[in-house]
């Protein structure tokens, strides 16, 4: 049930694209995904979950899925280079018809981008009931907070919410190491941006 493949809001995640990314990019234009933490006092258990979060995205986002993306040997997400002062870690993708590189990335962007708000609704539950409230006050805190974001503010209610259920889905998926990742985020994260490549 944990590998069941996460539904992509493909209209959706296109809007959000074109407020990110120039109208002018052509096919092969490398994307980066540059997410700049601090570089001292880093607990090594939290910048691993991390990063595991972040590639179990690529991995479960990924064509293939999940279990393929994890047996294979190549082709996986790399950090391209770390740049110096505090750590900006760059992960790239070019853009294609035919591999979702860049668009798994900006999905990416996304979860790192709203998870410490997903988290702060609280993560566990006792019973269904209150497993569903919490889910409902998740997805509201989320489409709150993409009302007074500039970029995803402007994007139709309706693309608002799928994009809002995608999330929602992802850190259902990650929910055992949420805390980590959210800690992280929160104390080491200085920003998280997406951008054509310099």
Partial sequence: ???????????????????????DAEEGTVIELSIRITDQNIPVRDLS???????????????????????RQHNKLEIAHIRKGSWELILEGAISRYHQQ?????????????????????LSAYNDY????????KRKQIRN??????????LPTNRKK????????????ED???NRVSRFIRTHLIDVVIREKR
């Fill in 1 to 23: 049930m944990d590998n069941l493949p996460i539904k992509k809001p493909k209209k959706a995640l296109a809007e959000v694209w074109s407020s990110l990314i120039p109208d």
């Fill in 49 to 71: 979950a991390f990063l595991e979060f972040v590639d179990q995205i690529y991995g479960r986002l990924s064509q293939e899925g999940l279990p393929s993306y994890s047996r």
């Fill in 102 to 122: 860049a668009e798994l990335l900006v999905i990416i962007w996304l979860a790192v981008k709203y998870l410490p708000i997903a988290v702060k609704t609280g």
């Fill in 130 to 137: 209150e497993q569903a409230r919490l889910a409902r006050e």
């Fill in 145 to 154: 907070s993409m009302e007074v974001d500039e970029i995803i503010s402007n």
């Fill in 162 to 173: 799928e994009i809002t259920k995608l999330l929602h889905a992802i850190y259902e998926k």
């Fill in 176 to 178: 055992r190491k949420l």
